[in-house]
Nanobody, 125 residues
Framework: QVQLVESGGGLVQAGGSLRLSCAASGGTFSIYAMGWSRQAPGKEREFVAV????????RYADSVKGRFTISRDNAKKTVYLQMNGLKPEDTAVYSC??????????????????WGQGTQVTVSS
């Protein structure tokens, strides 16, 4: 059974940085794209970053381009989200997700088969 466990969230001041981690267990990790999404209270889920199975391709939401970096370590079955220059509007629950199809990549929530529980990120002004 696939499990995704996020860590690294917390409270940070505006302009600060956080690094989120998502550790995967069960199933194959290295042939699937991974993504980070976020959901703030009262708002729809937004995919902020996705990375291809081998790390060769990544995509970012316009709202985080130039500030967030997604990476992965297939040997450790872990995907990371480095968040710099955090803003109060980045406050949300951040979740990682595993893509449904191997050797593919996308940003639609329905294309992701497994989701973690999420980790809270709060940015104070």
């Amino acid at each position: 059974q696939v499990q995704l466990v996020e860590s690294g969230g917390g409270l940070v001041q505006a302009g600060g940085s956080l690094r989120l981690s998502c550790a995967a267990s069960g199933g194959t990790f290295s042939i699937y794209a991974m993504g980070w999404s976020r959901q703030a209270p009262g708002k729809e889920r937004e995919f902020v970053a996705v990375i291809s199975w081998n790390g060769g391709t990544s995509r970012y939401a316009d709202s985080v381009k130039g500030r967030f970096t997604i990476s992965r370590d297939n040997a450790k079955k872990t995907v990371y989200l480095q968040m710099n220059g955090l803003k109060p509007e980045d406050t949300a629950v951040y979740s990682c997700a595993k893509y449904r199809a191997s050797y593919d990549i996308g940003v639609l929530a329905g294309a992701y088969a497994y989701w973690g529980q999420g980790t809270q990120v709060t940015v104070s002004s």
